[in-house]
């Protein structure tokens, strides 16, 4: 068979304007760090750097969070109808610089170019159209005939969907009439900051959303706050239990969405080629950078030699590389940090006696990159099938009946997604009654809407995002 190239096809970066250095969005203005700190955001993919950003201290964190009890009074007071009408001008600003935004992400993030723009841009302003509309039917979302808002939202949000975890965040605290001081990502501040120039294009009130960065210190002061009503934390299960421990005690609302070791589970009847893809996009979609990512392929042992070759011949045709080339299936790795740690598991993988495969594939001489693997020969007892490995990793294991597939699914601290591949659709309603996970799949994968709730069990948190039951983390119900 011939084997035909790509030519390449970069976006521009000329959609772009990054200013050498940004301040905190603070009361409807952006203004320097109290005590002047900044630190360096770099471009995963070549390491170089983008634009210098202030380094919020307490004493930041509390100006944000007055200005934003000071904004509350008049913003909770607003009618529904007020409020959407803002929401809805967020999401179609989001909409026109859509473009500009996903490139902004790609380059800021390591993504795909392909996946920012048609998956991440279309979702997060889908998050603020759908809470827009819910804002003026707050009486008939279950909670009550005149739900409340709780005041001051303290949210903090991870790296690997900068754009799309503000909108998570933000979308339903403003339509529940609460104020905002969101903490992004240290890694990736800068989509968070460009949003706080779209509040300001859309006359958003002053004081409404402040944006405070900086690092891990940063969120800590931002989630001890005593003005803080409702904390909001997207990240790691170990700075989310560190979360839990600071609130323990206080009136605040808290929901957590923490890590995830999902099961995607191939039963012999699945439609192999359709499984496929969906394990591809469970594993190696945003770089295994997914909280809910499919890491544990379980397949039945009667079809893994064939699943697992047209696996092998799929991930052959992954092209890694340049995340602005809209040919990328897999871009860079978020920060050296997450390399190291994706490096360390894999090669534990390989001492304790499970089978490594990859692809051959040229990696890029600079920037954080990782090749697309699997693993075969996984027990449930390797490191690789117990610990989230956020990054491009498959661990394989085997099963022979459906309980066996759903003790090992089960078999894990975390209780966040899983798939199920199968044409019967009893088995995939008795599967999914016995899964411990808050959102199943059934011969999908990764597939998001901003009217379901998404959230976990276990050690992947609790509390839900999306959907009507969204609203009920930020009302005082």
Known sequence: MPVFEYAPAPESRAVVDIAPSYGLFIDGEFREAGDGKVFKTLSPSSEEVLSEVAQANAEDVDRAVKAARKAFESWSALPGAERAKYLFRIARIIQERSRELAVLESLDNGKPIRESRDADLPLVAAHFFYYAGWADKLAYAGYGQDPKPLGVAGQ????????????????????????????PAETTPLSALFFADICRQAGLPKGVVNIVTGDGSTGAELVAHPGIDKVAFTGSTEVGKAIARTVAGTKKKVTLELGGKAANIVFDDAPIDQAVEGIISGIFFNQGHVCCAGSRLLVQESVQDELLDALKRRMRTLRVGDPLDKNTDIGAINSAEQLARIRELADAGEAEGAERWAPECELPSSGYWFAPTLFTGVTQAHRIAREEIFGPVLSVLTFRTPDEAVAKANNTPYGLSAGIWTEKGSRILSMASKLRAGVIWSNTFNKFDPASPFGGYKESGYGREGGRHGLEAYLNV
């Open 156 to 183: 903090v949000i991870p790296w690997n969907f900068p754009l799309l975890m503000l909108a998570w965040k933000i979308a339903p605290a403003l339509a529940t009439g609460n104020t905002v001081v969101l903490k």
